[in-house]
């Protein structure tokens, strides 16, 4: 087999999966990801890997491949991405979300960061080590997955529910949402790993009273109780949790030792990571849906409402005892999605091989972990024991946006931290 450079393919790989329709509106009814689980197939076989698809529903594809590594008898290793990317309106975009086009140094697409720029840099660096007789340390196993952004039901959940035997032996995992680097005001540049994330409660609350004539006094109106209830949840002020990665955070990146008081004015101080950081100091909850009544002069005898609630690794009980609260008696909560937190310890041999490995590739740097406001496919992989993290190395320029592009418009990936994301993880590869 001619050997492969990781390097040279990562653009053209992430640029076809970019142009491969897997849009995820979160019912069903979309495009899937069988094509783009085709296509990972086809590049795992071409290098002699032999992929399974595994199909949880008519178009909802998930992609498995075992590498054999030196050392069977050690735990594998994990490296997960999905496929499915979230809706976008096209208009708004300087280039069309599905052109995968190549302008201003980056490679622009939903998909782009999230995230199938890492499943590109997955592909680029198994094919490469492949084709050059290259075998990691210990066993990796490969799952591209389907419905990530809807809650992994056809996707993570699905493999874990439904063919846990595909993930036997795996201890450890690495997947989206860290990796990339910050640069600081003292030309410091950091990478975050995800060490923990926010547990996922999207609720539907309902409130209901007595139907009745609009024109007519009415004291059981059930909008007014839901729209009081969800003005008291909306701008209830969440305390400061000080997670044990939080503070690990402050201290690694800035030598602090964060105390709660102190925690809203050290986080101003963050430039474009306070947005990110903000969002793990506390629970969260944020009203996203509203629906009542079908006609002017009709007071309806239910009323709904949709809310995002996040709550801390530590925190779930709390998080729930206050938004009942907040509710009173006569609002009822049920779950849309629920899931857990997560939250594992900044150490251990793998965290020395992610590190080692962006010090090599960016000397001088340093690696540091953080708290994910969102969630990912590690909370169902988690059910199996596996340990994981945010791994999706990228060197990025001091003034990209990146986490604004999560899910938002124009959103894009430069080429030279795609190919230093190949270089990192395929020297990680080597030493996990």
Known sequence: MTP?????????????????????????????????????????????LEPRILESDTGRANVIARIEGADSGRGALLLHG?????????????????????????????????MKDMDAM???????????????????????????EAGGTYGAQWLVERHPEVLEGCTE??????????SLSDSRRLYLIEAAEKGIAWMKLTATGRAGHGSMLNDENAVTELAEAIGRLGRYQWPVRLTPTVQSFFREAFDIELKAEDAEEAVAKLGPLARMVGATLRNTVNPT???????????????????????????????????????????????????????????????KAMSD??????????????????????????RLGIRGFGFAPL???????????????????????????????DRFLDYC
């Open 82 to 114: 999905h496929l499915d990317v979230v809706p976008f309106n096209a208009a708004d975009w300087t280039h069309h979300p599905m052109s995968g086009e190549i302008a201003d140094g980056c490679v622009w697409g939903r998909g782009a960061v999230d």
């Open 4 to 48: 492969l450079d990781g390097e040279d393919e990562v653009v053209g790989l992430c640029r076809d999966l970019i142009r491969i329709d897997s849009t995820n509106a979160g019912d069903n009814a979309g495009p899937g990801e069988r094509r783009a689980a085709e296509y990972v197939a086809e590049k795992l076989a071409e290098v002699g």
């Open 289 to 351: 849906m509203l629906d009542a009544g079908y006609k002017a002069n009709v007071i309806p005898q239910a009323a709904t409402a949709h809310v995002d609630g996040r709550f801390l690794p530590g925190y779930e009980d709390e998080f729930f005892d206050t938004v009942d609260e907040l509710l009173g008696p006569n609002v009822t909560r049920e779950f849309v999605y629920h899931d857990v937190a997560l939250e594992t310890a900044f150490e251990g041999s793998l965290v």
């Open 395 to 425: 060197r990025l320029p001091a003034d990209l946006d990146f986490s604004g592009m999560f899910h938002g418009v124009d959103e894009r990936v430069p080429v030279d931290s795609l190919k230093f994301g190949v270089r990192v993880l």
């Open 357 to 382: 490995a962006l010090q090599a590739e960016d000397p001088g740097s340093k690696a540091v972990p953080y708290t994910l406001s969102g969630g990912t496919d590690l909370k169902a992989f988690s």
């Open 173 to 182: 995992a690495i997947g989206e949402v860290g990796g990339f680097s910050v």
């Open 122 to 148: 997955i592909l680029a660096v198994v094919r490469q080590r492949l084709s050059q007789n290259r075998k990691p340390p210990r066993d990796v196993v490969l799952a591209f997955t389907a419905d990530e």
